[in-house]
T-cell receptor
Framework: AQSVTQLGSHVSVSEGALVLLRCNYSSSVPPYLFWYVQYPNQGLQLLLKYTSAATLVKGINGFEAEFKKSETSFHLTKPSAHMSDAAEYFCAVSGANTGNQFYFGTGTSLTVIP | NAGVTQTPKFRVLKTGQSMTLLCAQDMNHEYMYWYRQDPGMGLRLIHYSVGEGTTAKGEVPDGYNVSRLKKQNFLLGLESAAPSQTSVYFC?????????????FGPGTRLTVT
């Protein structure tokens, strides 16, 4: 079975500080992993995805994530937070044994303090 | 290219009323999904479709019905609305059959049942 755990439902960082949002997955087969961002009153937008190529994945808006199989993690980072990064972030997993479904984490709300 | 659109954007229903939410995509995607988003629970899959004329149940299908009569449209129906169905509903679509392909989301429909 597939599942995703996002540690920390709320994260606050100062503007200019490192952003680290945590995602751990459980999967019996190699997973495909995704990070989505949701701005207030909008739909979800893809930030980046891991599909078994490079383990360090770069996405939009300066975000990146590293796939670590030994830790079953896919944490999202950004070196320097910007006010515009304030949003809800979701990690999701799919794979060969999920059928046609994605499994989403419960989300992490990022607040950026000026 | 509008992507994924949802109609309506907002709706208020009284308990027991019925309604249909419309999702349309212009990307020729095979797969379409309906999710509901509730605070602290992330996105939960209601129903999905892998092609025209086919539908399948997701994690929380009770109280909802769906139809996919045309490839580009996916309808979500509530036959007898209940307050527990107050939520934000998102439609998503995905192309190809590879599970590495990301889902594209609509802007959401905010439904309140009183």
């Amino acid at each position: 079975a597939q599942s995703v755990t996002q540690l920390g439902s709320h994260v606050s960082v100062s503007e200019g500080a490192l952003v680290l949002l945590r995602c751990n997955y459980s999967s019996s087969v190699p997973p495909y992993l995704f990070w989505y961002v949701q701005y207030p009153n909008q739909g979800l937008q893809l930030l980046l995805k891991y599909t078994s190529a490079a383990t360090l994945v770069k996405g939009i808006n300066g975000f990146e994530a590293e796939f670590k199989k030994s830790e079953t993690s896919f944490h999202l980072t950004k070196p320097s937070a910007h006010m515009s990064d304030a949003a809800e972030y979701f990690c999701a997993v799919s794979g060969a044994n999920t059928g046609n479904q994605f499994y989403f984490g419960t989300g992490t709300s990022l607040t950026v303090i000026p | 290219n509008a992507g994924v659109t949802q109609t309506p954007k907002f709706r208020v229903l009284k308990t027991g009323q019925s309604m249909t939410l419309l999702c349309a995509q212009d990307m020729n995607h095979e797969y379409m999904y309906w999710y509901r988003q509730d605070p602290g629970m992330g996105l939960r899959l209601i129903h999905y479709s892998v092609g025209e004329g086919t539908t399948a149940k997701g994690e929380v299908p009770d109280g909802y019905n769906v139809s996919r009569l045309k490839k580009q449209n996916f309808l979500l129906g509530l036959e007898s609305a209940a307050p527990s169905q107050t939520s934000v509903y998102f439609c998503a679509s995905r192309g190809a059959r590879a599970t590495s392909y990301e889902q594209y989301f609509g802007p959401g429909t905010r439904l309140t049942v009183t």
